[in-house]
């Protein structure tokens, strides 16, 4: 049957390009309308006002005889109402003088077939039905409908050959933007385009990242699914499962609820016609699925239908679109009262002459009078309103009305005239909403958000908690009044639905293998790098100076470490540096005491006070290595203390050198003390010192040691230390102190076995060797020592090398002057005794 309307279609269609009009003979029984009035235009409509599957009650039993549907849709007799309304109001205010608007509306039973003959009825009009004649000539000026896209699409495809204009007030498919393929079609109501990313950015308001998505499996479910799926992938949203289904799929609906159940998704976008949800909610309550929070569509947020004793414990909570309210004065009293007395139970009481109503095909309608609670959500009649005027301002322009002469009724309009003249309408109706159609033939995005709550008398009610608006800026488009969200079971925040817990600040997301991108562990952060957000993909270094704290979501400085006055082993070096200064000083008090004995005289007391006063400052140099670097500590602690020893090296070799000479000087002929008397050892002392300066200077001239802060040696602090500049130099000055006192050795040693009770040459010999020691393992443990470490170690060696010269030097000397006078004689230190 289907296929031979369609090629009567292309018949017709062909005809028309051939400009011929076929004769041809209506096959059947021809298509009657379900309420009809003439006039001078007629506007055709399509609705679904009975359906071929129970899903509603029956509230009737009669039904026409013509239709083989099984129950009532009162939405959808509510939206032939309203046409009704529109119609008889735009014929009484005189937008079309002189011209009466007639009207056919029939009833498709939801039914595809049922639509393509639809447009067959309206195509052929009053006279097919008499003559069951066609002659391709539309009967109508355009046709409002349907509700639903996949029939809407169906309709327009039937209409399209004809260029019959069809103005839906609820077809929101995308796929009916297509101009090319959809020419004719016009609606009243957004595309799905703008619901469909809005879904997705509700959903990201909320922080839902883990949804399940159930989708009628038709072309107003898949377009505008697909359209959500990839505003949902943008917006960083993982969808665990997206299954769809056909209203007479029953088995297939089972599986999709068994999917919901075994879900982890605590949150379900359901892009549904209220048909399909309605038995997606029926199976839903049969296996008790509750708990989830369901985000909701236009087609069926407001839809009575679902109201059930059971519906609040699937659908409460649910959040979602529809289209907003508009109160259009006296279409409330119509539909209540003015409809059933004025029009059918007058016309009613005209046939039969008496007030029964007794009517040929549509008596039953009289049954509904009394049913009025859908009235107040019946949000798509604005819509209606706003096509049946858009139509009678196009047709206000084609037939060049005027307030004076009215329109002229003999002008013939055609579809194609009436199509342009859509395009161009602009107006606004009395409710204060402006009509046009933008390049898809379709009109401005704005949705109402709808929360299913109870009532205060346990009915359950549709709250609007806020709104969007596409044609607003992207951060201006949602209002939402969250504190007046109730949500799935009671609950006083809002729900989570997430496939992983949040990785808190300190933490990074490192994703499961082979899962959603939503599916992730939550790994710390490694030491030195921090995140500082919620979800954090990855972890940030710290600057060069700072550091991450124990939790891992802050950089704080670095602790600064150097040797510091405070510290406990700073503590200790203070104390014997100023120990040993002591001890020097307190030796050279008591030789001064002494310098005119023999012990004294006999040990060269010039040389003797100026190595104790030498001693005095190496002792006193190790506490320039202490406390915060600075350019000038840096440039005075390595230069103090190589100057220092090398005076005090030099004081020791001259000493060793005396000896070397006095003992020459007792055998006979000998002249050698007049070449190295008083004079030649001060000089000898400033020669061996100058060239120490001199290297000195050349290092802090060329390459000066710096304080540098060394943020790679630890990873959590800063060492403040100070840099050598030139290792050359540095390394220069301690060869050098190492060369002298390497001669000093090689000389004492020579001379330790020379004949007398005091040899001062083995004293010296064992504070060499003492010296060379302590040198000689400083420098491995002087590059091996970490960080203040290192310091530490040349401090060390400084007060253990200048400890070793002070005690083995003049450990002995003192003991003599202090405990044994007796040997303080110049026979006893000749050996004569």
């Known amino acids: ?97 002189n011209v009466t608007i007639g009207y056919r509306i029939y009833d498709n ?90 879904l997705a950015y509700l959903i990201k308001h909320f922080g839902w990242t883990w949804v399940g998505a159930v989708n009628s499996d038709s072309e107003y479910g898949n377009n505008g699914m697909a359209i959500f799926l990839d505003a949902a992938k943008d917006e960083g949203i993982c969808v665990e499962y997206s299954e769809k289904f056909r209203r007479t799929e029953l088995d297939k609906l089972k599986k999709v609820v068994e999917v919901v159940q075994k879900g982890t998704a605590k949150v379900i976008v359901g892009f549904l016609s209220h048909v399909e949800m309605n038995e997606f909610l029926k199976q839903m309550s049969l296996q008790d699925v509750t708990g989830r929070q369901f ?20 659908l409460g909570g649910a959040l979602g679109f529809a289209v907003p309210k508009a109160n259009i004065t006296g279409h409330d009293n119509f ?112 949705y109402e958000v709808i929360n299913w709550q109870r009532g205060p008398n346990g009915s359950i009610e549709f ?37 992983s817990e949040s990785c808190r600040p300190g933490s990074y997301k490192v994703l499961q293998k082979g899962r959603p991108v ?61 120990l040993g200064a002591l001890l020097t000083i307190s030796t050279a008090i008591l030789f001064f005491y002494h310098k005119d004995t023999p012990l004294v005289k006999a040990n060269n007391s010039e040389l003797s006070f100026l190595l104790l006063f030498s001693l005095t400052l190496c002792f006193l140099c190790s ?26 090296i ?26 190295f008397g008083p004079l030649q050892q001060r000089l000898s002392v400033l020669a061996f010192t100058l060239v120490q300066i001199v290297i000195c200077i050349l290092w802090l001239t060329i390459n000066p040691p710096f304080p540098f802060k060394n943020v790679t040696l630890y990873k959590e602090k800063v060492l403040l230390e100070c840099a050598l500049g030139s290792p050359i130099g540095f390394w220069a000055v301690l060869g050098y102190i190492g060369l002298l006192a390497l001669l000093c050795f090689v000389l004492a040693f020579l001379a330790r076995k020379l004949p007398d009770n005091f040899n001062e040459a083995k004293f010296i010999t064992f504070s060499m060797l003492i010296f060379c020691a302590v040198w000689i393992t400083f420098i491995p443990a002087y590059v091996s020592s970490p960080g203040k470490f290192t310091v530490a170690v040349e401090i060390f060696a400084i007060l253990a090398s200048s400890y070793g010269l002070l005690f083995c030097i003049f450990a002995p000397k003192c003991h003599i002057i202090v405990f044994k006078p007796e040997q303080n004689t110049k026979k006893f230190l000749m050996g004569k005794k």
């Open 1 to 97: 049957m289907s296929l031979t309307l369609a090629a009567t279609i292309l018949l017709l269609a062909l005809g028309r390009l051939l400009g011929q009009v076929p004769l041809c003979k209506i096959m059947g029984s021809p298509e009657l309308p379900l309420l009809s009035k003439p006039g001078d235009v007629i506007i055709g409509g399509a609705f679904s006002i009975h359906s071929q599957i129970s899903q509603l009650p029956l509230l009737f039993t009669e039904k026409p005889s013509d239709l083989s549907c099984s129950s009532m849709n009162l939405r959808e007799f509510r939206f032939a109402q309203t046409m009704i309304f529109a119609i008889e109001e735009i014929n009484r205010n005189g937008l079309l003088p």
């Open 109 to 198: 039973c939801g039914s595809t077939l049922t639509s393509m003959r639809t447009v067959m009825g309206l195509m052929n009009g009053e006279e097919a039905e008499a003559t069951e004649s066609c002659s391709g000539q539309s009967s109508v000026q355009a046709i409002i409908g349907e509700s639903e896209s996949s029939s809407t699409v169906i309709l327009s495809r039937t209409s399209g050959p004809f260029e019959l204009p069809v103005i839906s007030h609820s077809a929101t498919c995308e796929c009916l933007s297509n101009r090319k393929e959809y020419p004719s079609f016009f609606r009243t109501i957004a595309s799905d385009l703008h619901q469909s990313r809005a």
């Open 295 to 314: 985000i909701g569509v236009e087609s069926w947020m407001t839809a009575d239908s679902l109201i059930t004793p059971t519906s609040f414990g699937v």
């Open 335 to 446: 539909l209540l009262r003015e409809y059933w007395e004025t029009d059918i139970l007058c016309r009613y009481a005209k046939e039969n002459g008496t007030g029964i109503a007794k009517c040929k095909d549509d008596h039953y309608l009289y049954t509904l009078k009394d049913y009025a609670d859908d009235v107040a959500e019946l949000r798509y009649s604005t819509n209606i309103y706003k096509a049946i005027y858009a139509v009678a301002h196009s047709l206000h322009g084609l037939l060049k009305c005027s307030d004076h002469k009215g329109c002229d009724s003999t002008v013939t309009v055609t579809p194609r005239e009436m199509i342009e003249s859509l395009k161009k309408v602009n107006f606004t109706i009395k409710t204060g909403d402006r009509v046009w159609f933008d390049s898809t033939g379709a009109t401005v995005a704005r």
């Open 463 to 499: 709250k609007p908690v806020g709104y969007y608006d596409a044609s607003l800026p992207l951060g201006q488009r949602f209002v939402l009044q969250t504190q007046q969200i109730t949500w799935p079971g009671g609950l006083q925040q809002v729900p989570v639905s997430q496939c």
């Open 518 to 578: 939503c599916c992730y562990d939550c790994n710390p952060c490694p030491e030195g790098e921090i995140s500082n957000t919620t979800d954090s993909n990855g972890c940030i270094m710290c600057p060069e100076q700072y550091w991450s704290n124990e939790s891992r979501d802050k950089c704080v400085i670095k602790s600064i470490e150097f040797l510091s006055f405070s510290d406990v082993m700073c503590k200790v070096i203070v104390f014997f540096s100023a």
């Open 623 to 648: 506490l320039t290595f202490i406390g915060r670097p600075s350019e000038w500590s840096c440039m005075l602690r390595h230069t103090a203390f190589g100057i220092t020893f090398v005076l005090c």
């Open 650 to 675: 030099s004081c020791v070799l001259g000493k060793t050198i005396v000896v070397l000479m006095a003992f020459r000087a007792t055998l006979p002929g000998s002249n050698v003390m007049k070449w």
